[in-house]
């Protein structure tokens, strides 16, 4: 285990010090409120007791669809929703989900815990649950088991609304009109539990898949084809150069340059020795909790390098890049079964998420779309259900405070000189990070310590425009490892009352292992 050491030692009660400047003036990329996805597969209990109780169930529910679930996440405003998968959905048939629910077949979920499922939630269920949350779905075709026609018709019977045989199923099944799908995902892994590809044998096939996934009438599908793990760059330059059949001068042209619109990546934030032993989610050291924010940054470093090949290929930025799959992945609690990855969510947790959402906030002229994995119960949720139970994880909490960065412009903050860092092993960690956005006359700042033991106080000049009044918004805990359960919620957000306004200097104080939102309105 690596030690960790502190570059300097300001001594117990003391703060740290950092001076940055924010250019109001300077709007940069947009950065897309699809940054703020999610991601429910068919795995342990995302879905089942997850979102679905079925409509027998005493809990309340809408049609078996669980309505705390979709409350709690309609206040955040999700953007997408991804299904079936995932691993599962390169198993999913989804015609075994449609039709009268006694009638459907059942299924073997093998990746996950192998165990039998009825099919229950197919996807009218998913859609109605689209349509509950105010949200746009983002479906995974079956590309490792399935068939080219298998995914045309799906998205047929999803979109089509003339009387052709996937419409006119669909009508048999309850639903008159088509929906509105935006997203379509051609596999999922393929490199792994999606078929053990080469990117060359997947790049065909996603042409492939993409050549055949059509757009019925004003429904138009942005199509993601399944790119790499972590810094795999080989894999997203194969994709890039199959896309177009790179023909020179930097431009992505040529017979089938449309097949596929984006291209996705995973990385997961994984720290512990080897595969089988990730670690406790909530039992661990600050040695633990430093190397996992080392990891937790390298997302910068990843998300660069994939952007960097594409623009090799796509200078003008029309393909778009989503990382379809990120969060922390450590042991599951211990008694609950290990295919179900169900992990508690304490405030590392948090911190993880907000360095990744600065992350995608600087790269927003990229990177389209990102996924949480899994938003109920599973890795790092969003929600954790206990019978009849909600509860609301740390995780969430930075979702909600960053809501004002949906479709909002970024704005430049620039650090003066080195900022605060921690020396991790043969890395040096820096303890702030920071992102800004405006909209609507409106700046948001969002501002994390990640000193497990240390305040910092931030000064941040504020150029280019008349501030007002600031406004902060504070999540923290006792202790790094503090999580929340259906009996207590020690991490909870509350007013930032460390945060003023001079001369167009703003000061805020953050505690230790701190999270905080600072907003405020603008004039020229």
């Known amino acids: 285990m690596n030690d960790t050491q502190t570059t300097t030692d300001p001594g117990p009660g003391t703060s740290r010090r950092v001076q940055a400047v924010l250019d109001a003036d300077l709007p940069g990329p947009r950065i897309s409120r699809h940054l703020y996805g999610h991601f429910a597969e068919h795995l342990g209990r995302c879905i089942y007791g997850g979102f679905w109780v079925g409509e027998d169930s005493d809990v309340p529910h809408e049609g078996g669809i669980r309505l705390d679930v979709v409350e709690a996440l309609r206040a955040l405003d999700i953007p997408n929703l991804r299904w079936p998968g995932g691993c599962f959905a390169d198993t999913y048939h989804w015609r075994d989900g449609v039709g009268p629910r006694d009638q459907r077949p059942a299924m073997v979920n093998s990746h996950w815990g192998d165990v039998v499922e009825d099919n229950a939630f197919g996807t009218h269920e998913f859609m109605a649950l689209c349509e509950l949350l105010g949200t746009d779905p983002y479906v995974s075709a079956n590309v490792g088991s399935g068939t080219v026609r298998e995914a045309a018709e799906w998205i047929e019977y999803l979109t089509r609304s003339d009387d052709s045989p996937m419409a006119r199923l669909r009508r048999e099944n309850g639903r ?308 929340n359960t259906a009996s207590a919620t020690p991490v909870q957000v509350r007013p930032l009352d460390d945060v003023s306004l001079t001369d167009g200097t703003l000061r805020v104080t953050l505690p230790a292992h701190s999270f905080a939102t600072v907003s405020f309105a603008t004039r020229d």
């Not at 009109?177 to 792994?192: A, I, R, S």
């Not at 430093?290 to 290929?313: C, F, L, P, S």
């Not at 959402?357 to 790092?380: C, G, K």
């Not at 969430?396 to 650090?415: C, R």
Request: hydrophobic share 40%; proline share 4%.
């Open 176 to 483: 008159d009109e088509p929906w509105k799908v935006p997203f379509w995902g051609l596999g999922n892994e393929p490199w792994g539990c999606g078929g053990g590809m080469s990117s060359g044998a997947y790049a065909e096939l996603a042409r492939q898949y993409g050549t055949y996934s059509l757009d019925h009438g004003d429904n138009h599908l942005y199509r993601i084809a399944a790119g790499a793990a972590d810094a795999d760059y080989r894999w997203t330059e194969v994709l890039m150069q199959n896309l177009g059949r790179y023909l020179g001068a930097g431009r992505v042209s040529g017979h089938g340059a449309n097949t596929y619109q984006a291209i996705s990546f995973h990385h997961y934030t994984i720290v512990g020795e080897n595969w089988d032993a990730k670690g406790s989610a909530t039992e661990f050291d600050a040695d633990e909790y430093y190397r996992t924010m080392v990891k937790a940054t390298e997302i910068e470093r990843i998300i660069a390098g994939h952007a960097n090949v594409m623009d090799a290929y796509d200078p003008d930025k029309r393909v778009g890049l989503v990382l379809d799959e990120w969060g922390t992945w450590f042991d599951v609690e211990p008694g609950t079964n290990p295919g179900f990855l169900f992990q508690q969510n304490t405030m590392r947790d948090a911190l993880v998420a907000s360095v990744h959402f600065d992350a995608f906030h600087r790269h927003a002229d990229r990177l389209v779309m990102a996924n949480i994995a899994q938003t109920v119960n599973v890795l790092q949720a969003m929600l954790l259900t206990d019978g009849d139970a909600l509860v609301l994880t740390p995780s969430y909490h930075v979702f909600a405070m960053n809501k004002g960065h949906h479709d909002a412009a970024s704005l430049p903050l620039t650090v003066r000189g080195n900022g605060p860092s921690r020396t991790v092993g043969q890395d040096e960690l820096p303890t702030f990070s920071a992102s800004a956005s405006t909209k609507d006359g409106q700046v948001l700042l969002s501002l994390t310590n990640l000193d497990a033991d240390e305040p910092l106080d931030v000064e941040i000049d504020v150029r280019g425009a008349a501030a007002g009044t600031p406004v902060g918004r504070l999540l923290t805990a006792p202790e790094i490892a503090a999580h």
